[in-house]
């Protein structure tokens, strides 16, 4: 009995002694670099949020045309003195913008409309800051988890491209002798749009850093392809109702009509067709670009309750909330829209319209990301 007991004890100190495979960082879900960056990216999607709104405010309160310059350095630094904000006024003063339709404004009256996009184009700085000492960080530190570099270094490249573009909006309404007051529409629903495509991509990097990659591969067996395809569908509907929706914006259409469900008392308003050529009616006349703004919402409601019926359908309960969710976020903007409508767009009703499309875009996303990569029903599993 002696000898079969040492040699147990010989065994168990030779396991004792046998180092313990560890998971890599890639495969700790929750924590260690993939856990650090998933936070780093859920600030980034907030100030991307935020971003959207001030940009809503700055459209809003026609202030976008107030900084006739492009300055990424330099421009950080808002008017230090009297003599600078009268150089910025001046400026100002020389656009059809001023000419045109805001004569009446004194230096205080234009110091209001400079400060918010001052502030527009101050957070996005600070966002492309936050970018990079993110980024920096971790990959100085190797905590970038495998294949994630060209994912992260991708949002870097979609931000500064959306500084470019932003200025190639404003540029279109800094005018001197054209009679321009505003930015051109099809330039604003790029601006955008690709805010919507940035922070889009922020919510699914953070749908996926939420689960390690073991359980990725394994959820992804599970993938309920009808549901991912009419998903995906409803994705890229939503998105161009949200173009549709920023050249409504541009041109102020939401403000030419103020009933509901009739445009003007008719199904098609009477000024629908009155500039020529026929195609710049499809970008600029008021009464057109509202009527399809609103057609478009009718089929993308239609066709959210139709993936809704097959979302129900899910075996898995997570996914069912989900679908659950866009519908509910779907109806409750459709309420938003038309009172946007009746109330003839006021600032306030009009960004939450704005800010719930977000929201809409995002539960979207969601929906599509548990189709691809369902949870298994369990008391405790990982939450998205």
Do not use: C
Not at 35 to 48: K, S, Y
Not at 256 to 274: C, N, V
Not at 346 to 370: G, S, Y
Request: glycine share 10%; no cysteine; proline share 4%.
């Amino acid at each position: 009995m002696s000898s079969k007991r040492k040699l147990f004890e010989e065994v168990d100190s030779a396991d004792a002694a046998r180092p313990v495979t560890r998971p890599g960082l890639i495969d700790q879900g929750h924590g260690g670099a993939r856990g650090a960056i998933r936070v780093w990216l859920m600030m980034l999607f907030a100030l991307v949020f935020i971003m959207i709104a001030v940009g809503g405010l700055t459209r809003l309160t026609d202030s976008g045309l107030s900084i006739t310059e492009w300055r990424p350095i330099t421009g950080a630094l808002p008017p230090m003195s009297v003599a600078e904000w009268e150089a910025e006024f001046a400026k100002y003063q020389a656009i059809d913008e001023f000419r045109i339709q805001n004569q009446w404004m004194q230096l205080d009256d234009f110091k209001v409309i400079y400060w918010w996009e001052w502030g527009h184009r101050q957070l996005g700085r600070v966002i492309g800051v936050v970018w990079a000492l993110g980024f920096g960080w971790f990959a100085i530190r190797r905590q970038i988890p495998t294949g994630w570099t060209p994912k992260l270094l991708w949002l870097g490249a979609l931000g500064g491209a959306q500084g470019a573009i932003g200025w190639w909006m404003v540029s279109s309404g800094v005018t001197q002798g054209e009679g321009t007051t505003d930015v051109a529409s099809y330039r604003l629903a790029t601006h955008l749009g690709l805010a919507f495509v940035i922070l889009g991509f922020i919510a699914w990097y953070v749908m996926e850093l939420g689960r390690s990659a073991r359980d990725l591969m394994q959820a992804r067996r599970a993938k309920e392809a009808k549901q991912w395809g009419l998903s995906t569908g409803l994705l890229h509907f939503a998105f161009l109702q949200i173009l549709i929706g920023a050249l409504v914006a541009g041109i102020d259409a939401g403000r030419s009509y103020t009933d509901w469900p009739l445009m003007g008392g008719q199904i098609l308003p009477a000024s629908a067709f009155t500039l020529e050529p026929l195609w710049r009616n499809f970008f600029e006349s008021p009464g057109l670009v509202q009527f399809i703004h609103r057609v478009t919402g009718y089929l993308l409601a239609a066709f959210a309750v139709v993936v809704w019926l097959r979302g129900r359908k899910s075996s898995h309960a997570n996914t069912r909330f989900a679908f659950n969710a866009v519908l509910a976020a779907m109806a409750l903007q459709i309420v938003i829209g038309i009172a946007t409508v009746l109330y003839g767009a006021p600032a306030h009703i009009a960004l939450v319209h704005q800010l719930m499309a977000v929201i809409l875009w995002v539960l979207i996303l969601r929906a599509r990301f548990l189709s691809g990569y369902p949870i298994a029903t369990s008391l405790r599993g990982p939450s998205i």
